[in-house]
């Protein structure tokens, strides 16, 4: 059974740094791309990075380029998410999710690409 399971998360002030952990089990980790994805309450889940299974492509939204990036190790069977310049409006529940893949090159956004889940993870941003 895979299991992905967050851990970082907490109350930064803005401008602060903060960095997610997710680590994976129970799946050959590198057939899988792997995605950070984000939820505040009332909205839909939004796409944060998202990495290709040997790291070699790596994608953003506008929002957070610049300031997050995203890292895997393949050894260790773990994904990260270093948040940097954080604002208030990155306020959410931080989600890592799972895609089984063949393809080293597809970028997936899409939260209905992805097979698994974490239980996600809090993060607070105060003004």
């Known amino acids: 059974q895979v299991q992905l399971v967050e851990s970082g998360g907490g109350l930064v002030q803005a401008g602060g740094s903060l960095r997610l952990s997710c680590a994976v089990s129970?799946?050959?980790?590198?057939?899988?791309?792997m995605g950070w994805f984000r939820q505040v309450p009332g909205k839909e889940r939004e796409f944060v990075a998202v990495?290709?299974?040997?790291?070699?492509?790596?994608f953003y939204p506008d929002s957070v380029k610049g300031r997050f990036t995203i890292s895997r190790d393949n050894v260790e069977n773990k994904v990260y998410l270093q948040m940097n310049s954080l604002k208030p409006e990155d306020t959410a529940v931080y989600y890592c999710?799972?895609?089984?893949?063949?393809?080293?090159?597809?970028?997936?956004?899409?939260?209905?690409?992805?097979?698994?889940w974490g239980q996600g993870a809090e993060v607070t941003v105060s003004s």
């Open positions: 999710a799972a895609k089984r893949t063949y393809s080293g090159g597809i970028i997936y956004k899409q939260t209905d690409e992805y097979d698994y």
């Open positions: 129970g799946a050959p980790f590198n057939g899988y791309a």
């Open positions: 990495t290709s299974r040997s790291s070699r492509y790596t």
